[in-house]
T-cell receptor
Framework: GENVEQHPSTLSVQEGDSAVIKCTYS??????FPWYKQELGKRPQLIID?????GEKKDQRIAVTLNKTAKHFSLHITETQPEDSAVYFC?????????????FGAGTQVVVTP | DTEVTQTPKHLVMGMTNKKSLKCEQH?????MYWYKQKAKKPPELMFV???????INESVPSRFSPECPNSSLLNLHLHALQPEDSALYLC????????????????FGPGTRLLVL
């Protein structure tokens, strides 16, 4: 089955700097890669996702890149703000994982200091 | 309505109690999920319902019993839980379990924080 590794586990950045989180996956058939942001005590919220037919997707200060050859995808947050502080989870879904099962990464705790 | 709702928000129960968690969505989604999440860990899939039928049981102990009365509702019945079952229980839904486009995107409810004493 699919296995997703996520790095780093913690990331401290100064406000205004950029943050990058990287995930690698094992199943080359994986074709859907969502990113979730989870603030303390709240639900995971989808912030951006990408499909295997696209190399990059951007939404304001957030972007995701996908390298299918290397089997990794990354989340980029530019001009970080204190409200970006949260745990971020990547996930991958392979068509062979039926019934919509996601494989999540272990998460990255992002702390943005003013 | 673009939200998944869950009740209760918090639940404290003893090991001999029976309780139920409820989840509701009115987005017309036909796949619904139960996840368990421990602090600072990713969600762990427990059950998947697709078109009101149980599709996946991730080897969950029988003290957890899911139920899908209709396409908008999902319940999780709890009985004889253990302290290690204390966690955040998240419900999620997606348009369908497989497919292209937006169908597979999962939207999470706010969760029920469960404490077993």
């Amino acid at each position: 089955g699919e296995n997703v590794e996520q790095h780093p586990s913690t990331l401290s950045v100064q406000e205004g700097d950029s943050a990058v989180i990287k995930c690698t996956y094992s199943d080359s058939a994986s074709n859907y890669f969502p990113w979730y942001k989870q603030e303390l005590g709240k639900r995971p919220q989808l912030i951006i996702d990408i499909r295997s037919n696209v190399g990059e997707k951007k939404d304001q200060r957030i972007a995701v890149t996908l390298n299918k050859t290397a089997k990794h995808f990354s989340l980029h947050i530019t001009e970080t703000q204190p409200e970006d502080s949260a745990v971020y989870f990547c996930a991958a879904r392979a068509p062979t994982d039926s019934w919509g099962k996601f494989q999540f990464g272990a998460g990255t705790q992002v702390v943005v200091t003013p | 309505d673009t939200e998944v709702t869950q009740t209760p928000k918090h639940l404290v129960m003893g090991m001999t109690n029976k309780k139920s968690l409820k989840c509701e969505q009115h987005m017309g989604h036909r796949a619904m999920y139960w996840y368990k999440q421990k602090a600072k860990k990713p969600p762990e899939l427990m059950f998947v319902y697709s078109y009101e039928k149980l599709s996946i049981n991730e080897s969950v102990p029988s003290r957890f019993s899911p139920e899908c009365p209709n396409s908008s509702l999902l319940n999780l019945h709890l009985h004889a839980l253990q302290p290690e079952d204390s966690a955040l229980y998240l419900c999620a839904s997606s348009q369908s379990r497989l497919g292209r486009g937006l169908q597979e995107t999962q939207y999470f409810g706010p969760g029920t924080r469960l404490l077993v004493l």
